[in-house]
């Protein structure tokens, strides 16, 4: 997206990036309602890197004043590309997008290079992690959070959250965690960890976690 969209909504906002030769690309990312105070940055996937099954990855609502909201953001790659959302918490309405329901599918209609954002309704504590997005054609996701207190709301400062999803298709089952050095033991590494099959175990850090498909853990 080349500009904040302002909730739910579909626009035509999105650039199309095209080169003669390979390159990497990432985008950086400056969110309302802080734009001067906080922003993320996230590696880009080629087209030929996209898919049609997506599992969202955000953090929880909360109202603090002003709404800082988790989101979801898909773009689309061809004409009449129908997108099915299955939200994990209630998405707001927008302009011809009706509200979503927590755990009832809505299909919408997506042409390429219309974006469609959604944006959590509330009350606090409502996240989109989880969420079900297919599509049949592929396209990009987003996911991420306006200002997110992590790990919880007693957190001092919220910071933006942005990051381009990987389709279920390029998922895997063995990951490292790299630390990041001259941390003190006040600050650690947050793991979010997302089945896509019912069923799942996760052995981590000595535990051992069972998920179901969409549900996730935090480590």
Same mark, same amino acid.
């Given at each position: 997206?080349?500009?904040?969209?302002?909730?739910?909504?579909?626009?035509?906002?999105?650039?199309?990036?095209?080169?003669?030769?390979?390159?990497?690309?990432?985008?950086?990312?400056?969110?309302?309602?802080?734009?001067?105070?906080?922003?993320?940055?996230?590696?880009?996937?080629?087209?030929?890197?996209?898919?049609?099954?997506?599992?969202?990855?955000?953090?929880?609502?909360?109202?603090?004043?002003?709404?800082? =909201?988790?989101?979801?953001?898909?773009?689309?790659?061809?004409?009449?590309?129908?997108?099915?959302?299955?939200?994990?918490?209630?998405?707001?309405?927008?302009?011809?997008?009706?509200?979503?329901?927590?755990?009832?599918?809505?299909?919408?209609?997506?042409?390429?290079?219309?974006?469609?954002?959604?944006?959590?309704?509330?009350?606090?504590?409502?996240?989109?992690?989880?969420?079900?997005?297919?599509?049949? =054609?592929?396209?990009?996701?987003?996911?991420?959070?306006?200002?997110?207190?992590?790990?919880?709301?007693?957190?001092?400062?919220?910071?933006?959250?942005?990051?381009?999803?990987?389709?279920?298709?390029?998922?895997?089952?063995?990951?490292?965690?790299?630390?990041?050095?001259?941390?003190?033991?006040?600050?650690?590494?947050?793991?979010?960890?997302?089945?896509?099959?019912?069923?799942?175990?996760?052995? =981590?850090?000595?535990?051992?976690?069972?998920?179901?498909?969409?549900?996730?853990?935090?480590?």
């Amino acid at each position: 997206p080349n500009q904040e969209t302002e909730g739910t909504e579909i626009n035509d906002t999105p650039l199309l990036l095209t080169t003669d030769q390979p390159v990497t690309a990432w985008q950086l990312n400056t969110p309302t309602p802080l734009p001067n105070y906080s922003a993320d940055a996230s590696l880009l996937l080629p087209v030929h890197a996209l898919g049609t099954d997506y599992i969202g990855v955000s953090w929880k609502h909360r109202a603090n004043g002003f709404t800082l =909201a988790g989101y979801l953001t898909v773009v689309a790659t061809e004409d009449g590309t129908e997108v099915t959302v299955t939200p994990t918490a209630a998405v707001e309405a927008g302009p011809g997008i009706p509200r979503m329901p927590a755990g009832q599918p809505v299909t919408l209609m997506l042409d390429a290079g219309q974006l469609l954002a959604l944006r959590t309704e509330g009350p606090d504590g409502a996240d989109l992690t989880g969420t079900r997005i297919t599509a049949t =054609a592929p396209v990009a996701v987003f996911g991420g959070h306006a200002c997110a207190n992590i790990p919880t709301t007693s957190t001092g400062y919220c910071d933006h959250l942005e990051e381009q999803l990987t389709p279920v298709s390029r998922w895997g089952t063995q990951f490292v965690v790299p630390v990041i050095a001259q941390r003190s033991d006040e600050n650690f590494e947050l793991v979010r960890v997302v089945a896509a099959t019912n069923g799942t175990t996760v052995n =981590a850090l000595g535990q051992v976690h069972s998920l179901n498909a969409g549900h996730y853990v935090d480590l």
